[in-house]
């Protein structure tokens, strides 16, 4: 069992930047036993892949994302941050912190995470 919370989301110009942070409480095994993913959902649109990190810290992002996005993670706090600079309009959306435990990967899709946060808003404007 892990619940998610996620924070740092906010309004920005474009070429701004914004750090997001997801703070985990591990209830089942620990931290490392995760798969961790940040997922972003905007309107009338599917949820999608943004930056994922398996257990051993490789990472995985959308092509979209690329150059200007990081993910990271800090097993001894828990916790798995996203900073996003040069942000574009694109990237406005619902962003939403996922894990999976007992993986071999850090699937860019959705379906592969059993535990989601509640999401946090993030609004570029032009």
């Known amino acids: 069992q892990v619940q998610l919370v996620e924070s740092g989301g906010g309004s920005v110009q474009a070429g701004g930047s914004l750090r997001l942070s997801c703070a985990a409480s591990?209830?089942?095994?620990?931290?490392?036993?995760?798969?961790m993913g940040w997922f972003r959902q905007a309107p009338g649109k599917e949820r999608e892949g943004v930056a994922t990190?398996?257990?051993?810290?490789?990472?995985n992002y959308a092509d979209s994302v690329t150059g200007r996005f990081t993910i990271s993670k800090d097993a001894a706090k828990n916790s798995m941050t996203l900073q996003m600079n040069s942000l574009k309009p694109d990237d406005t959306a619902k962003y939403y912190c996922?894990?999976?435990?007992?993986?071999?990967?850090?699937?860019?899709?959705?379906?592969?995470?059993?535990?989601w946060g509640r999401g946090t808003q993030v609004t570029v404007s032009s």
């Open positions: 996922a894990a999976t435990s007992g993986c071999l990967i850090a699937t860019m899709t959705p379906a592969g995470y059993g535990y």
């Open positions: 591990i209830y089942t095994g620990t931290y490392s036993d995760y798969c």
């Open positions: 990190i398996d257990r051993s810290g490789r990472t």
